[in-house]
């Protein structure tokens, strides 16, 4: 795990997501303990348990993006679930111990992209090896004369540069197994394929004709797949979901329903056994995957949910107790949307104008555009569905969707002020101008 303090862990975070500094603070302080955990002895760290958080707020105000960049920020395996898609044990749907595994599964591909990245230059000098014996024999026809050594060091050099990658070769390559996924009760997937595969001990190959390019990167992989250890990456990746692993639980509010403790019948009962079935794997349990066992006792829980009609209280005392940490996210403002169209380093505006300056369209947005669209965002949140940041996407969207259609090379330069949005949005324009006639 990555060294940060809570500061740094903050700070970060800020590059992506405006405002919500409380829930930021809060799961910075999260991570952190994860850190001073792991510098305690043995004995200490089974003793602390991590302080699990529920994020309570509007959608589209970054309850989720928190959780994300959390987890890209110290390489964390993280799993995002949604409670409503899980049933209560004995009725058709997903088991609750299946987040759990989808964790694991997620560690094994963090694990294994450090590992491919590790064995990079091996794994490239032996796909090269073998691109070089396909190429030698149609440079040998080409230059008869040239020395073989001379010539594989020729076609070596130009394959690395990148020099052949349109060139097309028939080489033969490894074909994946048939992924035929069958479920056993409490031991997780199963994968025939890869049964079936270890019982023959044979790997198919299949002869395909591909561009240099392609087959360069198809090659990498299978020899990526031959040096990996792969009980070396499955104990690690067990490790690391165990003790590092994020589990993000959305729209938890919709399995909490308003007073789902005192019901008798209907859906409320069933939302209160989703619940009871969360309960022991956020408490600490042992769960059996493919891969082993895990435990699940030092996994940071965090749940999200808008709680527009229940509150945190509605979920069962026992699941309230094991998320100590609730905090509220602020529905945003024209200020803030001012911000995120601006700001941060994958604000909108900046990412349309990367898109059409691709078809050679140079956009530039005035300030009393910004604030504007801004403005026009806030009285749709206010007066509709407030759907948070994500309202913004949908104005830009109408705004821009007549130069993205016409756009296609050509250079274009566009301003976008007020005049341009306002003619552009409308019908929105039209409904927060009418607003103001309204007492």
Not at 43 to 53: A, L
Not at 117 to 142: G, H, S
């Amino acid at each position: 795990m990555e060294l940060f303090t809570p500061r740094e862990i903050v700070e970060e975070l800020d590059k992506y997501i405006i405002g919500q500094a409380e829930a930021k603070r809060s799961v910075a302080v999260a991570l952190r303990n994860r850190y001073r955990r792991s510098r305690l002895d043995d004995k200490s760290r089974e003793e602390i348990t991590p302080k699990n958080i529920i994020m309570k707020g509007p959608t589209g105000v970054g309850k989720t993006e928190i959780a994300r960049r959390l987890a890209k920020l110290v390489k964390a395996p993280l799993v995002k679930v949604e409670a409503t898609k899980f049933t209560e044990v004995g009725y058709v749907g997903r088991d609750v111990e299946s987040m759990v595994r989808d964790l694991v599964e997620a560690a094994i591909r963090l694990v294994k992209e450090e590992r491919y990245e590790e064995l990079k230059p091996r794994a490239t000098k032996a796909a090269v090896d073998k691109l070089v014996k396909v190429i030698l024999p149609i440079r040998k026809e080409l230059s008869p004369d040239v020395p073989e050594a001379q010539l594989v060091e020729s076609i070596s050099e130009e394959l690395m540069d990148g020099k052949l990658d349109e060139m097309q070769v028939e080489v033969e390559v490894s074909e994946p197994p048939k992924t035929l996924q069958m479920n056993a009760v409490g031991q997780g997937e199963i994968n025939l394929g890869d049964i079936f595969k270890q019982m023959s001990g044979a790997q198919h190959k299949k002869k395909r004709k591909l561009y240099v390019k392609d087959a360069m990167r198809m090659l990498v992989m299978e020899e990526s797949d031959k040096l990996i250890d792969n009980d070396s990456v499955n104990a690690e990746a067990l490790r690391r979901a165990e003790q590092e692993g994020i589990i993000f639980i959305d729209e938890i509010d919709k399995i909490a329903g308003a007073g789902v403790g005192s019901s008798h019948g209907g859906p409320d009962v069933s939302r209160e056994g989703v619940q009871r079935d969360i309960l022991p794997i956020v408490e600490g349990s042992t769960v059996t995957t493919k891969y082993g066992s895990i435990r699940t006792d030092f996994i940071l829980f965090i749940a999200a949910g808008a709680f527009h009609v229940s509150d945190v209280k509605d979920l069962i005392p026992e699941l309230q107790g094991r998320f100590p940490v609730v905090v509220t996210l602020d529905s945003l403002t024209k200020e803030d949307f001012v911000r995120i169209l601006t700001e941060p380093s994958n604000a909108l505006l900046k990412m349309y104008s990367a898109l059409l300056k691709v078809d050679g369209v140079d956009l530039k947005f005035t300030k009393d555009a910004i604030e504007r669209i801004a403005e026009l965002a806030s009285f749709e949140n206010t007066n509709s569905e407030n759907i948070g940041a994500r309202r913004l996407h949908s104005l830009i969207e109408k705004l821009l969707t007549e130069v993205s259609f016409e756009a296609h090379g050509e250079p274009i330069e566009l301003l976008v002020d007020r005049a341009y949005v306002d003619s552009h949005l409308a019908k929105e324009y039209q409904d927060l101008d009418l607003k103001r006639y309204i007492i």
